[in-house]
């Protein structure tokens, strides 16, 4: 068993087509078949159902996909390691992070450790805080920049805090709330929501805040993305919660402090294993040491 072969299955698995897999593995469609075939062989068992819609895996398939990921990890990881025993850091480096981080400038960090080790293939994902810790946690995302409550710690990762912050209320122009300098939650529990969906640590916060004041709002929209959020704060379809920090992005809508606001901290985070020469780099580019007891 090769890991070209192991390579091939993961490309058609991740396009379920065999044309665009060859193209992605930048070999002719021909020899990605015979190298399959020949490892199903070698198996005793086929890894795709082929018909003239659709490719897709096997049960058998199912079984052997993780394995194949994780053998092709490992080996770029052990070239990885070489070349940093060598002094070059090379490899890839996976980067998972909330959208409304502000604690890191993280265009500006991903430039400067680009400049400095551009051998590093970098993907950067947006997503809520509970995923990127659950991804950290299997090993799938090297680091992550999460938003949790005051209360909430990330469990099975190693991590940082960056900063604390309060959220703020956020409303359309023309709002009778947006010339006020301070208001309560009393207040803002008349006001429909537009907020991020239920269960997740970007809504959480706002929540528990409301009912520790002994008061129920509506959430009349949930939204996952904070852009999209405030396309519908401007429409005037309700009000938002969000970190102080972010809402400068924001400049045309108006901002309210809250008294008793809801907090929240940002947290960065890694593995409790060894983290990749990438990771490690990355992380020493942030000023920490992946090594220390506490990040």
């Known amino acids: 068993m090769e890991l070209q072969q192991m390579r091939y299955v993961v490309a058609v698995a991740e396009t379920s087509n065999f044309t665009r897999a060859a193209e992605q593995c930048l070999v002719v469609q021909s020899a990605l078949?015979?190298?399959i075939a020949r490892l199903e062989r070698e198996l005793g068992a086929k890894?795709?159902?082929r018909t003239s819609r659709r490719v897709r895996l096997t049960p058998a398939g199912?079984?052997?996909l993780p394995a194949a990921r994780q053998a092709l990890d490992a080996a770029e990881r052990a070239r990885a390691e070489v070349a940093a025993a060598a002094g070059e850091i090379r490899g890839s480096l996976t980067i998972g992070a909330i959208p409304t981080v502000t604690a890191v400038d993280l265009p500006a960090a991903l430039k400067q450790f680009h400049?400095?080790?551009?051998?590093?293939?970098i993907s950067?994902?947006?997503?809520?805080?509970?995923d990127l810790i659950e991804r950290v946690?299997?090993?799938?995302m090297d680091v992550a920049f999460l938003g949790l409550p005051l209360d909430v710690r990330p469990k099975g990762v190693r991590g940082r805090e960056l900063a604390r912050g309060e959220l703020v209320a956020v409303v359309a122009p023309g709002h009778p709330l947006a010339d006020m300098e301070h208001v309560d939650l009393h207040r803002l529990a008349d006001e429909p929501f537009v907020d991020f969906p239920?269960?997740?640590a970007g809504r959480v916060q706002s929540d528990e805040a409301f009912a520790a004041a002994g008061v129920r709002r509506e959430v009349a929209f949930e939204i996952s993305a904070p852009d999209f959020m405030a396309r519908l704060i401007r429409q005037g379809l309700g009000?938002?919660?969000?970190?102080?920090?972010?809402v400068s992005n924001l400049p045309d809508l108006p901002t309210v402090r809250v008294r008793d606001a809801p907090a929240r901290i940002e947290h960065l985070i890694w593995s409790r294993f060894q983290p990749s020469p990438a990771a490690a780099a990355f992380l020493s580019e942030l000023g920490i040491s992946a090594s220390s007891p506490d990040g």
């Open 198 to 200: 239920a269960g997740s």
């Open 239 to 246: 009000i938002g919660m969000l970190p102080a920090a972010f």
């Open 124 to 130: 950067l994902r947006s997503g809520a805080s509970e």
């Open 62 to 64: 199912e079984a052997f």
């Open 137 to 140: 946690r299997q090993g799938t």
């Open 115 to 121: 400049l400095r080790h551009r051998k590093v293939r």
């Open 33 to 35: 078949s015979h190298q």
């Open 47 to 49: 890894l795709f159902e």
